[in-house]
């Protein structure tokens, strides 16, 4: 057998064996108890001095964090650990605030209503709309 047969069988097994793991894997589906469903926080970012209206550009660009609300408890999936945390009634009126210091952060229950969301971070302000 000369190298171009040995290399096109060669070829032609691989391919063969590729088809058939991947039809192997599509035969079992993925079960939704499988699959974690994360909604986070749909967030916005603003400067947290807004006297200065040009602020300087970051180096890099800014990631807005990834939280997810569930009942009182929010999950940090990007670290906020040393930022502070607040929240802000319909009368822009501070009505809680922390340091957030591990992954998870379980607010007060005895708080109800719509509030934003305000975790800052330095000079910028991860804000949204949150209902408790």
Same mark, same amino acid.
């Given at each position: ?17 590729? &088809? ?31 006297? @200065? ?8 660009? @800014? ?10 408890? &929010? ?29 998870? &952060? ?23 709309? @949150?209902?408790?």
């Amino acid at each position: 057998m000369n190298k171009n047969n040995f290399f096109s069988l060669t070829m032609l097994v691989l391919m063969i064996t590729t &088809l058939f793991c991947t039809r192997a894997n599509a035969v079992e589906p993925i079960s939704p108890s499988m699959i974690q469903q994360v909604s986070y926080l749909h967030l916005q970012v603003r400067y947290v001095d807004p006297t @200065i209206s040009n602020p300087p550009l970051p180096r890099n660009p @800014i990631q807005i964090p990834e939280i997810d609300l569930d009942d009182y408890t &929010l999950t940090f999936y990007t670290s906020c650990l040393g930022s502070t945390l607040r929240l802000v009634n319909a009368e822009d009126e501070v009505v809680y605030t922390t340091v957030i210091t591990s992954d998870t &952060l379980v607010l007060p229950s005895s708080m109800e209503g719509e509030y934003e969301l305000q975790i800052i971070q330095g000079e910028w302000c991860f804000y949204g709309e @949150i209902e408790l």
